[in-house]
T-cell receptor, first 113, second 117 residues
């Protein structure tokens, strides 16, 4: 069985400040890790993914994440946020047959002026 | 590439009625997934198809729920005798299947928001 824990339900941050959204996972098999963003009343858009190789993954809109196997974490970071980054962010894990995604409960990022 | 589309975007129904949602995946994507998302939660897996075969169903998918994917193209999700607890956003996603069962990106549609009165 797989599970994902997003430790922060809400993260307020000022514009141009750095941000880190935390994600921890558990799995009994090799995993693939994803971060998705969801804007209000829209579907999910992929930010970045880790399948294998380099543990530092760069995604769209200036986001990056680092896979840490020993700490079972996949935290999302951005050095300088913009108002337009205000959205809900979901960490997800897949593995095993079918590659269905198991999502965390999400982190609401609110960027303030 | 037109993306994943879902229809309708919104559905309001009365308890006890049947509803059906449609999902059109990205063409040539042979995997199609259904998820359900309730307020304040992440999406939860319901079921998935590889081509026309339904290969896995979550225990969340009670016998009132049925999904089909005839001819391996679009898919429908039907809920019979709707209950207020069925109110949620129903998301569809599609992905290509890579060799070796490596996970590839799932592309999500905009969702169908169901409200059961």
């Amino acid at each position: 069985a797989q599970s994902v824990t997003q430790l922060d339900s809400q993260v307020p941050v000022f514009e141009e400040a750095p941000v880190e959204l935390r994600c921890n996972y558990s799995s009994s098999v090799s995993v693939y890790l994803f971060w998705y963003v969801q804007y209000p009343n829209q579907g999910l858009q992929l930010l970045l993914k880790y399948l294998s190789g380099s543990t530092l993954v760069k995604g769209i809109n200036g986001f990056e994440a680092e896979f840490n196997k020993s700490q079972t974490s996949f935290h999302l970071r951005k050095p300088s946020v913009h108002i337009s980054d205000t959205a809900e962010y979901f960490c997800a894990v897949s593995g095993g047959g079918g590659n269905k995604l198991t999502f965390g409960t999400g982190t609401q990022l609110k960027v303030e002026l | 590439d037109t993306g994943v589309s879902q229809d309708p975007r919104h559905k309001i129904t009365k308890r006890g009625q049947n509803v059906t949602f449609r999902c059109d995946p990205i063409s040539e994507h042979n995997r199609l997934y259904w998820y359900r998302q309730t307020l304040g939660q992440g999406p939860e897996f319901l079921t998935y198809f590889q081509n026309e075969a339904q290969l896995e169903k979550s225990r969340l998918l009670s016998d009132r729920f049925s999904a089909e994917r005839p001819k391996g193209s679009f898919s429908t999700l039907e809920i019979q005798r709707t209950e207020q607890g069925d109110s949620a956003m129903y998301l569809c996603a599609s992905s290509p299947r890579l060799a070796g069962n490596v996970a590839d990106t799932q592309y999500f549609g905009p969702g169908t928001r169901l409200t059961v009165l």
